[in-house]
């Protein structure tokens, strides 16, 4: 399988710099994905528990870090 890595970090934001504008780019990307990579310690970054729990609702395929 040939997956295309994308990470938040490297999104084009263009908006006011609060948490919660960077989320709503970040969903948007997404959702767009196939694929959703979750590091072991997601559980410990608010918005990475959220896109890991959108992700579960919307049956995306999560890859977990080993």
């Known amino acids: 399988m040939d997956l295309n890595p994308i990470s938040p970090i490297d999104l084009p934001h263009k ?12 969903i ?18 608010d918005g990475a528990t959220i896109e890991v729990g959108l ?6 395929t999560i890859i977990y870090q080993p």
């Open 15 to 26: 908006h006011i710099d609060n948490w919660a504008e960077y989320m709503k780019e970040d």
């Open 55 to 60: 992700s579960i609702k919307l049956n995306m």
């Open 28 to 45: 948007i990307a997404m959702l767009q994905c196939s694929h959703v990579y979750a590091l072991n310690n997601y559980k410990e970054s």
